[in-house]
T-cell receptor, first 112, second 114 residues
Framework: GENVEQHPSTLSVQEGDSAVIKCTYS??????FPWYKQELGKRPQLIID?????GEKKDQRIAVTLNKTAKHFSLHITETQPEDSAVYFC???????????FGKGTLLTVNP | DSGVTQTPKHLITATGQRVTLRCSPR?????VYWYQQSLDQGLQFLIQ???????AKGNILERFSAQQFPDLHSELNLSSLELGDSALYFC?????????????FGPGTRLLVL
């Protein structure tokens, strides 16, 4: 089935702190998990993705972890900066080869 | 700039009317996706085309239709518009059609139905 739950819906952190956003999915056939960032008034942009054959992927200050057994994946942002403030969306394909189901989004605010 | 263009940027219309949203994918991209973004529903996948053919369908209403032309641009037609259709409509494109392909989003068309 297509169902991805994203938490929290809002997250406020102090500059320099870490932020973690978690998504839970239901379809064990899901094998690809991207994260998109959408700044206010802008388009969504892919920031990192992970495939089901790895447990973690890092790109500078952002990382994504995947727990296939528990069916959840998380976005980790370290040393947060004000420009990290945005809405972050997780997505997963369920059993589809062609379409992504997006989470409801997390509004991250990084306070200077 | 992702290379994906969408027109118009804004559209204001009345209930019952019909509108057409246009999308031009990045050069070389064969797949086009349409999404609807509203405050209460988030980012909803509507439909995907690959090289002119429909490849996947999401939560697209029967009042909505889309097509991809030989030059690969795509149009999303929304008819019998209702207040609840007010939303931001995004087009995205990718090189191929698989779900693991990076999707590049356009700037969106903001539709307001009065």
């Amino acid at each position: 089935g297509e169902n991805v739950e994203q938490h929290p819906s809002t997250l406020s952190v102090q500059e320099g702190d870490s932020a973690v956003i978690k998504c839970t999915y239901s379809d064990s056939a899901s094998n690809y998990f991207p994260w998109y960032k959408q700044e206010l008034g802008k388009r969504p942009q892919l920031i990192i993705d992970i495939r089901s054959n790895v447990g973690e992927k890092k790109d500078q200050r952002i990382a994504v972890t995947l727990n296939k057994t528990a069916k959840h994946f998380s976005l980790h942002i370290t040393e947060t900066q004000p420009e990290d403030s945005a809405v972050y969306f997780c997505a997963e394909p369920g059993g589809s080869n062609y379409k992504l189901t997006f989470g409801k989004g997390t509004l991250l605010t990084v306070n200077p | 700039d992702s290379g994906v263009t969408q027109t118009p940027k804004h559209l204001i219309t009345a209930t019952g009317q019909r509108v057409t949203l246009r999308c031009s994918p990045r050069s070389g991209d064969l797949s086009v996706y349409w999404y609807q973004q509203s405050l209460d529903q988030g980012l909803q996948f509507l439909i995907q085309y690959y090289n002119g053919e429909e490849r996947a369908k999401g939560n697209i209403l029967e009042r909505f239709s889309a097509q991809q032309f030989p030059d690969l641009h795509s149009e999303l037609n929304l008819s019998s518009l209702e207040l609840g259709d007010s939303a931001l409509y995004f087009c995205a494109s990718s090189v191929a059609s698989g779900v693991r392909e990076t999707q590049y989003f356009g700037p969106g068309t903001r539709l307001l139905v009065l």
